[in-house]
């Protein structure tokens, strides 16, 4: 299948000067002096995208993916390497990038279309599907610099998507929209998908990565990390942000292993949650360092994991696959019956899930000063797409009375991706099946 973008060898060099003067230094030194530092933006990224397929690009802030974006429409040039674009371009980058603040909205309708190459009587017969899909009523009329981020970027969008474009570039403008219109604005781009449009977009959202990319790209600080199936990358992706750097170094080099030798990464998956080189599982997390913590001293949460279903230390779960939440504890008096316990909360602070040994029926024998334990809960992540916080404690009861060890409150963040979010809290999972039945029109008859 041919290709709709060839980026090839690509890098992108800013010069960070220390003092405005400094330019003028450089510019006039009868040596060519140099008195800035180069910041690589790109460095030298290569990729290609089909037509027809969706692309998306993914990576942490600062690396690259709005730099690459604007290289292929055309608002930067590359310091080095090619760009190769077959198709109309229809591109929605910066929030209101191309319209001019005092102009109204239907003044920079006919603008863009115009430099998308549109004439006025094509943009005629393409205004009334743009105004019923922004959706944004006489607002239309207003200069735009009166409108709110929403209707913003409602009309943005709606121009963006209803020129029939051959390829639509989109950098998280999506997250400014309300729920109901980012899900509009999904399900158009899922229609001219299916028409053939090759699409390009940059989010945040795990959940719409996975649900809609053919492919992704994995950028991290202007370099090229790997390419390849939406969850394998998102996987990579959240090694980044866990800063397990180690493990994503070991993971592309089984990927680019062809001696057809299990992996590695195979071979170990079940022991993973049993290795933590160089340091405490807690280390390898994101950690509240305003965290709640108290008890009377007897029992010490030492260290705790989170670990998705690879076996990966991690802050980000998929939702539908089973997680592990441990806690490592150390005792210094004798406890007769020590409880270990979680409790999920949202933002909040609503309990919305959580457990202990003692509902689960796990009896803890007597433990005594110097002995350690480590506890596992496992289960499967239900919660809808979101942010959580996540609490556990040792306690125990003691002549009737609760006694509390040690107790973390909001001691780590959960963050949960879904490309499938239903009402409330949790997903029931159901089953859905409809079929068409034909009405009993004989009965009628009869009647």
């Known amino acids: 299948m041919e290709n709709a973008i060839t980026v090839k060898d690509v890098t992108k060099v800013y010069k960070i000067y220390d003092k405005p003067i400094d330019r003028l230094k450089e510019s006039l030194h009868p040596r060519h002096k140099e008195y800035h530092k180069k910041f690589y933006a790109l460095n030298d990224i290569s990729f290609h995208v089909k037509k027809g397929e969706t692309v998306g690009i993914?990576?942490?802030?600062?690396?690259?993916?709005?730099?690459?974006?604007?290289?292929?429409?055309?608002?930067?040039?590359?310091?080095?390497?090619?760009?190769?674009?077959?198709?109309?371009?229809?591109?929605?980058?910066?929030?209101?990038?191309?319209?001019?603040?005092d102009y109204t909205g239907i003044e920079n309708i006919y603008m863009n279309g115009t430099m998308m190459g549109f004439s006025r009587k094509e943009m005629d017969e393409k205004l009334g599907d743009i105004l019923d899909f922004a959706d944004i009523g006489d607002f239309v009329y207003q200069p735009v610099k009166t409108y709110s981020s929403g209707m913003f970027v409602r009309l943005a969008f709606a121009l963006a998507i209803n020129v029939e474009p051959e390829i639509l570039i989109v950098d998280e403008a999506l997250s400014v929209g309300d729920v109901f219109f980012q899900s509009k604005c999904y399900r158009r781009m899922e229609e001219i998908r299916e028409r053939g449009t090759t699409i390009l977009m940059v989010t945040h959202d795990m959940g719409s990565i996975i649900k809609y990319c053919d492919k992704v790209v994995l950028l991290n600080r202007g370099n090229f990390v790997a390419e390849g199936e939406p969850g394998h990358m998102v996987d990579l992706y959240k090694k980044i942000l866990a800063n397990q750097m180690d493990a994503l170094e070991e993971e592309l080099e089984e990927m680019n292993d062809f001696s057809g030798e299990q992996s590695g990464a195979d071979r170990g998956r079940e022991h993973r949650m049993e290795e933590h080189h160089g340091g405490l599982m807690k280390d390898k997390l994101t950690i509240n360092p305003g965290r709640t913590e108290y008890g009377d001293g007897r029992a010490e949460i030492y260290d705790l994991g989170l670990f998705d279903g690879q076996g990966n230390l991690t802050n980000l779960l998929l939702k539908g696959e089973n997680f592990t939440i441990k806690e490592k504890i150390r005792f210094r008096a004798?406890?007769?019956?020590?409880?270990?316990?979680?409790?999920?909360?949202?933002?909040?602070?609503?309990?919305?899930?959580?457990?202990?040994?003692?509902?689960?029926?796990?009896?803890?024998?007597?433990?005594?000063?110097?002995?350690?334990?480590?506890?596992?809960?496992?289960?499967?992540?239900?919660?809808?797409?979101?942010?959580?916080?996540?609490?556990?404690?040792?306690t125990g009861f003691e002549m009737g009375e609760h006694v509390v060890y040690h107790r973390l409150y909001d001691v780590a963040n959960i963050t949960v991706i879904s490309n499938k979010n239903t009402v409330g809290v949790y997903d029931m999972e159901s089953e859905v099946e409809a079929h068409k039945t034909e009405s009993d029109k004989a009965g009628g008859r009869d009647g």
Do not use: H
């Open 58 to 101: 993914i990576g942490t802030n600062g690396s690259g993916k709005s730099t690459i974006l604007k290289i292929i429409t055309g608002v930067l040039s590359p310091t080095q390497g090619t760009v190769e674009v077959k198709g109309t371009i229809s591109a929605l980058l910066e929030l209101g990038a191309g319209f001019n603040s």
């Open 334 to 394: 004798r406890i007769e019956s020590p409880i270990f316990t979680y409790t999920i909360k949202d933002k909040k602070g609503t309990d919305l899930s959580g457990t202990n040994t003692m509902y689960e029926g796990t009896d803890i024998r007597p433990v005594g000063p110097g002995d350690e334990y480590e506890v596992s809960f496992t289960q499967k992540m239900t919660l809808q797409g979101g942010e959580y916080l996540l609490s556990m404690s040792c």
